[in-house]
Every structure is written in structure tokens, then in C-alpha cells.
């Protein structure tokens, strides 16, 4: 289900951001390489998640264009998916825990303005998201997010995985 909330809110959130930028193709995935590989159980780790993606991905792309461009990944625990130059939606999983982010990702200053958009129509946000969502502002940090978390957990869940 988070999947399904998550596109109803790009579609909806787009037209408080669109505005605002100047920029409106969809970029390329942007993601780290992890640095450090887990030990041992690596390549299981990064089987679990790749396969988790990949169907988290699928379900996504019924419902918006956001991600068409973006590959699963095993070797992280999020895929990225960049609009213009304004932030980031991530897609996260960990062993218990899954959400959905948006990553308001240009400078200090124009985040904030950005997130204060969003933050003014809360209830209507909420409202088409179906739930209360995490407003993560904090001072002196250059990105600011807007989330949601899972309660059916992670890659650990595996038979869980179609109602995250």
C-alpha cells in the first residue's frame, strides 16, 4: 500500500514544486555506491534487496512515470529518483523497516522555502496521502524531508513485501 500512497502523492505534490522549477525532465538515478559491502551474507543481502526493488518498482510504475527510468539495485538500501534540480523520491528498505521520502535537495535556504510550501497545505497533503506523514525540518541542515514509514517492515517481511 505504501507504493500506491506514495505515486498518489507525487502526482498531487508536483504541483506545489513544479513552480519552482525550472527544470521539470526527469534526471537520471542518483545514487552512491556503498563504499563498504557487508560481510559475509552480502550477496544474499543484495539478492533480497534487488528482488525487493524490483517488484516495489513494478507496482510503482502502474501508477506514475517517476521511476520508468530507474533500475533496481541490490548493493544499497535505496533507489533515488531525481526531478529537476529541486530533490529527490527514495524508495528505503532495511531489514525491519521500509519508507518513502521526499528529499528537498537544492540549497539551505531554497529547501526551506520549499518545504514551507509543502508544509502549508498539510492537511491537504495528508488528506490525498491517506495518512499523517513525518515533517523532518531541522535548522542548519542543508536537505529537508517530508516521510513515510511502513508499519509492515522491511526485507525481513518478506511475505509482507506486496502490501509495503
Known amino acids: 500500500m505504501l507504493h500506491l500512497k506514495f505515486s498518489h502523492l507525487i502526482h498531487h505534490l508536483n504541483w506545489l514544486i513544479y513552480p519552482l522549477n525550472h527544470e521539470n525532465e526527469i534526471k537520471e538515478n542518483a545514487v552512491e555506491e556503498m563504499s563498504n559491502k557487508e560481510s559475509d551474507d552480502s550477496d544474499d543481502k543484495e539478492k ?9 518498482l513494478e507496482r510503482c510504475r502502474q501508477k506514475t512515470s517517476l521511476f520508468n527510468k530507474i533500475s533496481p539495485q541490490g548493493y544499497q538500501n535505496w533507489i533515488s529518483a531525481t526531478q529537476g534540480n529541486w530533490g529527490y ?5 532495511k531489514d525491519n ?19 514551507n510550501i509543502c508544509f502549508a497545505q498539510k492537511d491537504k497533503i495528508e488528506s490525498i496521502f491517506g495518512e499523517p506523514l513525518i515533517w523532518d525540518l531541522k535548522d542548519g541542515r542543508r536537505l529537508q524531508y517530508i516521510k513515510s514509514y511502513s508499519p509492515l517492515g522491511g526485507l525481513k517481511q518478506e511475505s509482507k513485501w506486496q502490501a509495503i
Do not use: M
Open 97 to 115: 523497516e521500509s519508507r518513502v521520502e521526499l528529499c528537498l535537495g537544492a540549497s539551505a535556504e531554497v529547501n526551506i522555502k520549499r518545504y
Open 48 to 56: 533480497k534487496r534487488y528482488k525487493f526493488f524490483e517488484q516495489w
Open 89 to 93: 523520491w527514495n524508495l528505503c528498505v
